[in-house]
């Protein structure tokens, strides 16, 4: 299963939640995991680069690729049945042969916040994901939510965006996630976001199996 | 002074032997490859072997309930006629259709 992660807007949490993802699904399933990071400078680079010097055994592997790579990368990994490939999207998408990475998707998931200028940007980039692979499975994934905030026009918003593709359960804000310093999640972590993650998984990742 | 016509018939005469000449030495040339043995000759109609008309399937209306998969030209690369441009000026107009609604 092919699983990306995208937004036009750098710093979403397209990087953290790749990582937090594919470490539930480490600990949930036996199936093989790579991450394929396709940001230049990415977030994960750095902190595979961080878990490469402190030697982890990770549960998954990692590799970097940019948009001329990707089809060997695919080819070479090749078995997608019994393995999960979750790819991190470029932030920039104005370079055709990204249509040759949306092809291969299962499940793309739009992480974003809900100040105005992501809004924009996530409104964007569901459009052209749309325009690029009618019929994309895209699920937006609210990122960053202050449980105890209120947000203007939500409701609204969370309706907008529903017309546009299915609207995940949010991922709440975590101080755990700015103490991120390498490509191996603390457990702690994982386990609070397991009930959100488990119900993510059931709702889309199973769904498409 | 030669006139034309001695020169005339001077040149066809050197001609004359210059091809004879060539042809003596084509035709007495030892080793010349005989014809027949040595050079291969490929007919096409040889190679195709007949086929059994009757492993087609004479009705492909069979099929005709699902044209995709008779129409499908492979997996997806390319927009389907619209530039990569066109297609993020596309993605745009949807964008602004949409943003317009969020209320400010």
């Known amino acids: 299963m092919v699983i990306a992660f995208g937004n036009i807007k750098p710093g979403t949490g397209k990087s953290t939640l790749l990582l937090l993802l594919a470490s539930y699904l480490a600990g949930k399933e036996k199936k093989k995991i790579y991450l394929i990071d396709m940001q230049a400078g990415g977030t994960l680079g750095l902190l595979f680069e961080r878990s490469a010097i402190l030697e982890h055994q990770l549960p998954f592997e990692y590799y970097h690729c940019d948009l001329s790579h990707f089809e060997l990368l695919y080819a070479r990994l090749g078995a997608k049945d019994d393995a999960y490939i979750l790819i991190e999207l470029p932030s920039s998408m104005h370079d055709e042969r990204i249509m040759g990475v949306f092809s291969k998707l299962d499940l793309l998931f739009c992480p974003f916040c809900y100040d105005r200028p992501t809004l924009n940007s996530t409104i964007y980039f569901a459009s052209l994901a749309k325009r690029i692979k009618t019929g994309i499975s895209l699920v937006f994934l609210p990122n960053r939510i202050v449980s105890s905030a209120g947000y203007e026009f939500k409701q609204e918003i969370d309706a907008l965006l529903r017309q546009i593709s299915p609207l995940s359960t949010g991922i709440g804000e975590h101080i755990g996630f700015q103490r991120i310093s390498s490509l191996q999640l603390e457990p702690p972590l994982i386990e609070r976001y397991c009930a959100t993650l488990d119900l993510i998984y059931s709702l889309y990742l199973t769904k498409q199996a | ?104």
Do not use: C, H
């Open chain 2, 1 to 104: 002074m030669t006139n034309w016509t001695p020169f005339i018939y001077g040149l066809g005469a050197v001609y004359l032997l210059y091809y004879l000449a060539n042809l003596a030495f084509d035709f007495l040339k030892p080793g010349t490859p005989e014809t027949g043995e040595s050079s291969l000759m490929i007919s096409l109609a040889d190679l195709e072997e007949p086929i059994d008309a009757s492993a087609y399937s004479p009705a492909p209306s069979a099929n005709v309930n699902q044209p995709r998969e008779l129409l499908s030209s492979g997996e997806i690369s390319s927009s389907g006629g619209v530039l990569f441009g066109g297609l993020m000026e596309q993605a745009a107009n949807d964008a602004i259709f949409f943003t317009k609604q969020i209320p400010t």
